[in-house]
């Protein structure tokens, strides 16, 4: 099972675009997921590991895959499931 964690910030306005797709697709989807403050010190912890420096940050499976929203199409390939056609 996938594992994701959203890096967020409060003050983000992109963040609850990324949430809304994150939590969408755990209802498709079975993986694991959490959201985690930019400024919480499991947050600065991660920023420093992964070299975060902007949000909403998504790593899958302990790798940084994106830095912004990521597609629907583009976080489905991430977790490794097949696009519907």
Partial sequence: MANVTLVYSQSCSACPAAK???????IKHS???REVDILSPD???LAERHAIR???ASIVDGKLKFIG???R??????LGFKQDR
Avoid: I
Wanted: charged share 25%.
């Fill in 31 to 33: 993986f694991s997921y």
């Fill in 43 to 45: 947050g600065q912890e």
């Fill in 20 to 26: 809304t797709l994150w939590k969408g697709l755990r």
């Fill in 54 to 56: 902007a949000t909403p």
């Fill in 73 to 78: 199409e583009s976080a489905e390939k991430a």
């Fill in 69 to 71: 929203v990521p597609t």
